[in-house]
């Protein structure tokens, strides 16, 4: 449900984190599991659908997309990468035999974090053979240390489960996402890539990693759909599904496109990631045992983002909790 009145709190904390923090432009929101509902945003013209870019917020989509697959029997979560990809694992260091799909999307693979994205640009081949050759070049070298020992933050390591389900949906990850989670969710204005003209993002590459851009409006659709998901109720997924991609993997904090923390305003565990393309940032912090999540996001990117995309969070906290008490 979208909220068409403005609640004056949160517009006015966005203003005011804003201004104190210099920011060309920010949004926040509250959103429950029936979607947004309230929000603030500043520094943007209002008379359209204002797109914000998410940045590694993507990958929590790209998890559920991973979900979808679990739920259709076409993997599984600890499949490994060299049974989906027989062809190609002549090319794997020996040490990633049994690396698995779990791992790659809770950082514990051993990949690493990165490829020189623009050479696979630039090499002019499709977007799915663009995927597939970080995939080789990503598990042909010796892992960072034994898979699912430790966590290692990687994009890579979700741009080689884009191509996992662009082999067993037969598609490219956009297409797929379009498909089995923007239009499921309504997620009208969502897209990849640039916000506006003159606006620069990420080589498509990296698309499964952090190149989704919507509104406030459909994140919360996504965001929504994730505290159904953990409070059991019916969802995109099975409520098995969502255990997992909320459930951290093998004691640390990573879990399935999200990190799990404790918060004292949370009720019990919080679900969060941010995201940037070093020219945006965003943030979201969701406590399913108190149906609530916030997020926030700026058209700026750097620790200064940063910091003002927690500030508005906590603000929204704050008010939050001097709202029901």
């Not at 520094?43 to 998410?54: D, F």
């Not at 979808?68 to 990809?85: K, P």
């Not at 965001?223 to 099975?238: E, S, W, Y």
């Not at 070093?278 to 700026?300: D, E, G, Y």
Request: neutral net charge; proline residues 5%; hydrophobic residues 40%.
């Amino acid at each position: 449900m979208a909220v068409t009145a403005l609640p004056m709190a949160v517009q006015e904390c966005v203003e005011e984190v804003r201004e104190k923090h210099g920011l060309p432009s920010l949004a926040a929101a509250v959103i429950t599991d029936k979607g947004l509902q309230a929000w603030g945003m500043t520094g943007v013209p209002t008379n359209a659908p204002v797109l914000w870019h998410l940045g590694s917020n993507t990958k929590a989509m790209t998890a559920s997309l991973v979900g979808l697959l679990v739920e259709q029997g076409r993997i599984s979560w600890d499949m490994r990468i060299a049974d989906i990809f027989p062809k190609e694992k002549k090319n794997f260091h020996p040490d990633y035999a049994a690396v698995t799909v779990r791992q790659l999307l809770a950082h514990q693979s051993g990949v690493r974090p990165n490829l020189d994205w623009w050479a696979l640009h630039n090499s002019s081949k499709p977007i799915r053979e663009q995927r597939l050759e970080a995939l080789r070049q990503g598990l042909a070298e010796k892992p960072a240390f034994p898979c699912g020992s430790e966590v290692l933050y990687s994009n890579l390591g979700y741009v080689i489960v884009g191509a996992v389900i662009e082999q067993k949906l037969n598609m490219t990850w956009e297409d797929a996402m379009r498909r089995h989670l923007f239009t499921p969710l309504k997620m009208k204005h969502a897209g990849f890539g640039e916000l506006y003209v003159g606006d620069s993002d990420n080589p498509p590459v990296l698309g499964p990693a952090g190149r989704v851009h919507c509104t406030l409006e459909d994140w919360a659709f996504f965001i929504a759909d994730q505290i159904r998901g953990a409070q059991g109720m019916k969802g995109l997924l099975k409520p098995e599904t969502y255990r997992e991609l909320h459930t951290s993997v093998s004691g640390k904090d990573a879990a399935l496109g999200w990190f799990c923390a404790e918060r004292a305003w949370s009720g019990g565990g919080v679900l969060t990631h941010n995201g940037s393309n070093t020219r945006h940032f965003s943030v979201a912090w969701l406590a399913p045992k108190k149906n609530i999540a916030f997020v926030a996001c700026t058209r700026q990117g750097g620790d200064i983002a940063a910091k003002a995309c927690d500030d508005a969070v906590a603000a929204l906290v704050r008010e939050n909790h001097t709202a029901n008490n």
